[in-house]
């Protein structure tokens, strides 16, 4: 098949049994590999998504100008479609975006907007959306993606992730373990599943110091799970139990994953293979788990994969 464009890409990412790194008898951990959209992410969906709608509906046109505040890879994403469709784009970052994804953002042509002073929660979440509604008043024809609230969001994944496991698994399915942010990757993968596995477990893995849940605000260093804000997305009663982990445990299961599955993915991915290791005492025999591995490792080399960082992150940890 040839494809019209890169945003033509985006999808039908292949499902993999983690069977090194979980051998356990009974036990089959499934992933679903969205690292290898083409940019590079899970994100990769909605931003095609929400752009294509909006150019179908109207909402979107030759002179719109996208803006959105994201942690690098909507913000990819979304550079990636404007390319495509020829649209501006102004991205709203703040200094713990990674070095690799600043530079990627600008190759695609981004504007890149960083804001630079932290909100009252220790982040910059905040202050990104405070200064994304500035730009917004000022750029002409200018469009809020708005991540965190619309519903194509979720709606992406509900007709991506969701319908692409229903058909290619082969059999049942007992649990998705899915870290969150926005919450709509989660949100859309689970109505989708519920609709052919009714009693599905779902499983949200958020960093300690995220507040989407009620937790109690505290420093994260790893960009892409967790948020300072609770998403207008959420719905609370649609999550089954929610599993936190810390930067370390992220760093660690992202380390065990390449190790044992030759799988090099990102901080968020980490966050699920740590979330599974503590659920495994809980799991039924037989029992069949999916989870999503939602962006590359390559956006992590200079965090999670970087040495001196473990080491910063080490001391950190031992202060607190």
Wanted: proline content about 5%.
């Amino acid at each position: 098949m040839i494809y019209e464009s890169v945003a033509s890409c985006v999808g039908q990412t292949p499902l993999v049994r983690l069977r090194r790194l979980f051998p356990q008898a009974d036990l089959d951990i499934i992933a679903k590999l969205e690292f290898l959209n083409p940019g590079g992410s899970v994100k990769d969906r909605p931003a095609r998504f929400i752009v294509e709608k909006g150019l179908q509906d109207g909402t979107i046109n030759s002179r719109t100008h996208l803006v959105e505040s994201t942690s690098g890879n909507l913000g990819i994403a979304l550079a990636m479609m404007a390319r495509v469709y020829k649209l501006s784009f102004t991205c709203v970052v703040d200094p713990k975006i990674s070095p690799t994804n600043l530079q990627i953002l600008q190759q695609l042509g981004a504007n890149v907007d960083m804001v630079t002073k932290p909100d009252d929660q220790g982040g910059y979440l905040k202050t990104r959306i405070q200064r994304v509604q500035e730009l917004v008043k000022t750029i002409p024809h200018s469009l809020w993606i708005n991540q965190y609230a619309n519903q194509l969001n979720w709606q992406a994944h509900y007709n991506g992730i969701g319908g692409e496991i229903i058909a290619n698994l082969d059999g049942g399915l007992d649990c998705v373990v899915i870290a969150v942010s926005t919450t709509g990757t989660i949100l859309g993968v689970a109505r989708r599943l519920r609709e052919k596995f009714p009693n599905i477990r779902v499983i949200a893995v958020d960093a300690v110091g995220s507040v989407i849940f009620g937790a109690p605000a505290g420093k994260r260093e790893l960009p892409g799970i967790g948020s300072s804000r609770v998403p207008e997305l959420l719905n609370k009663t649609e999550i089954d139990e929610i599993v936190y982990v810390d930067d370390w445990e992220s760093m660690q299961g992202c380390r065990d994953l390449v190790t044992h599955e030759g799988i090099f993915a990102g901080g968020s991915s980490g966050s699920v293979v740590a979330a599974i290791k503590k659920l495994l005492p809980t799991f039924p025999k037989p029992y069949r788990v999916l989870t999503v591995f939602p962006d590359r490792g390559e956006r992590y080399l200079d965090l999670v994969y970087n040495d001196d960082w473990v080491t910063r992150l080490q001391r950190l940890t031992a202060v607190v």
